[in-house]
């Protein structure tokens, strides 16, 4: 039976995911990897789960396993309108951030509208957009040219060589470069935009946190050509370094979502996230909600308060943040330890990520099959670009891989580069 006449138009806009290829092609326990992007099972409050589940049956009983509003449970609601100090009617529960994404995507956005991002960029996020039959566009280079001159601290992005050369490579050039980009996009581009999408903090995939200067350069864009901007957020409580810069929320509540996840905080199979964003935005996120899930799972949501309002969710992130800021260490030692000369890689003040930058020429996604044969694994990094380029780059994350695997793992990535390189 042909079966394609009952797909709909939106089908062939749907893309697979890379990442999750990897996933199904091979048994990554078994090799070194650094390509999915999974939290450390360490992390999980294993130990208080018991003990959580049981308060939150004995407090709510029945009323945990009933539906619940489309908005979230109240109580969730207002435990993170209180931690992040933003009114509860402004806070909707979502079912994870991913659907956050798409919420967004299916409010906001008609086939052919424009949505603006900055390479490389998330791959969830690609896929939800073009699903919508969304244009994604990047604005060239925006993530460094709209910084004004005043910021040069280091923000995580790569330096050119090993271990040395300035802090903040890019930054630092004026604002009339972000105007050039925004004036270099078609004119139907420049219409049909709708909203920037951005991860500010610790980037997945690039480990780049952007600073104040580029923060509030982007919402003057944003502010200058009426657009929303939707703030991804699911690792900004995971910070090991450095100072928290302002989110975008804070510098443009009239005009962003704020996405944040559990998934990185508590645990990703609770599939729970939330949107702070202005109400008229919620009303209308809402009732697609209704649509797509009638409600976020209520059980999860009652142990996340709890887990949330003892506590326990900040006690747990103390270990959490304890455990990524050693991994992290460790990576970067290693690159700086094994890899060659021309190579670079971004020093990520937090997140689950780093970035790592072959010498030119060199071709990651080439180089894969022979990376897995030898016992490796990373996501090459042309995927997260929205044209495919790139194709030197190579995201690896260091919060799944066992730390013991660390090291064979750069070894055998470092042998590779440097067998080509030759
Ligand atoms: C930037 C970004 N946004 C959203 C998500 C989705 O997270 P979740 O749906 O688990 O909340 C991820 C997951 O890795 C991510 O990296």
């Given amino acids: 039976m042909d079966y394609t006449k009952f797909f709909s138009a939106d089908v062939p806009s749907l893309m697979r995911s890379p990442v999750r290829e990897i996933f199904s092609r091979v048994d990554l326990s078994a090799i070194c990897s650094f390509a999915g992007g999974y939290p450390a099972a360490v992390t999980f409050p294993m130990a208080e789960l ?35 100090g933003v009114p509860v009617r402004e806070v909707q529960i979502t079912t994870s951030s991913q659907q956050g994404i798409d919420v967004c995507s299916r409010v906001f956005l008609d086939p052919g509208n424009v949505v603006l991002v900055h390479n490389p ?181 009652y142990l996340a308060t709890e887990f949330l309002e003892s506590g326990a969710l900040d006690r747990n992130l103390v270990h959490t943040r304890e455990e990524y800021r050693r991994r992290r260490d460790k990576m970067l030692s290693l690159l700086e330890q094994y890899m060659p000369e021309g190579t670079s890689w971004t020093r990520p003040e937090g997140g689950l990520f780093l970035w790592l930058t072959l010498p030119e020429g060199m071709d990651t996604v080439a180089l894969y099959d022979e990376a897995l044969s030898a016992g490796v694994a990373y996501v090459a990094g042309s995927f997260f670009y929205t044209d495919g380029s790139h194709r030197n780059t190579m995201r690896l994350n260091f919060s799944f891989i066992a730390e013991e695997k660390m090291e064979p793992g750069i070894r055998l990535l470092s042998d590779i580069v440097r067998r080509r390189d030759l």
């Fill in 121 to 301: 960029v998330y791959l969830g996020a690609l896929q939800s957009f073009r699903s919508y039959r969304a244009e994604v566009v990047p604005i060239d280079d925006w993530r460094h040219s709209i910084a004004g001159d005043r910021d040069v601290q280091d923000c995580g992005h790569p330096r050119p060589h090993k271990g040395e050369g300035p802090a903040a490579v890019g930054c630092g050039r004026g604002r009339s470069e972000a105007e050039a980009s925004w004036t270099a996009l078609s004119p139907a581009a420049r219409k049909d935009a709708k909203f920037i999408y951005v991860i500010p903090d610790f980037n997945n995939p690039s480990g780049e946190t952007m600073t104040l200067a580029e923060r509030e350069a982007l919402v003057a864009l944003a502010r200058e050509r009426d657009l929303l901007i939707v703030e991804d957020s699911p690792y900004r409580e995971l910070r090991y370094s450095g100072t928290p810069v302002p989110t975008i929320r804070e510098l443009a509540p009239e005009r962003t979502l704020h996405l944040g996840s559990f998934s990185k905080i508590f645990a990703p199979g609770f599939r729970l996230g939330w949107i702070i964003a202005p109400e008229p935005l919620l009303e209308q996120i809402y009732i697609c909600k209704q649509a797509l899930d009638l409600c976020p799972p209520v059980l999860d949501q």
């Fill in 50 to 84: 018991p003990s959580l589940t049981a308060r939150v049956l004995e407090k709510y009983g029945t009323k945990a396993l009933q539906y619940g509003a489309t908005q979230g449970v109240p109580e969730l609601r207002a435990a993170i309108a209180r931690r992040y």
